[in-house]
């Protein structure tokens, strides 16, 4: 059964540890910005990372969204 209702959340995002994540991976700040953010989204529609098949099902549906709006596989 598919959930219709509206969810509501807040999302915190800290700009200096996203920079510094950023400097030491090598990718660019907005590129992981925006894999955040969709991680974010992700676990508000209730994808989960706790077991190995959640976190396989979670990052080929990261992969899937970033690769639609341009950017490269993250865990590369």
């Known amino acids: 059964k598919k959930d219709n209702c509206i969810k509501f959340c ?12 950023s400097k030491i991976n090598k990718v660019d700040f907005y590129d992981h910005f925006t894999h955040l953010l969709v991680h974010s ?4 529609n209730g994808f989960l990372h706790k ?5 396989n099902k979670m ?4 992969i899937l969204i970033l690769k ?6 993250p865990y590369n």
Do not use: R, V
């Not at 807040?10 to 994540?21: L, Y």
């Not at 077991?51 to 976190?55: E, L």
């Not at 639609?68 to 596989?73: E, F």
């Open 41 to 44: 989204f992700l676990h508000i």
């Open 10 to 21: 807040d999302i915190f995002f800290s700009a200096e540890t996203i920079n510094k994540d």
């Open 51 to 55: 077991k190995i098949i959640d976190f």
């Open 68 to 73: 639609k709006i341009g950017l490269s596989n």
């Open 59 to 62: 990052k080929k549906n990261e």
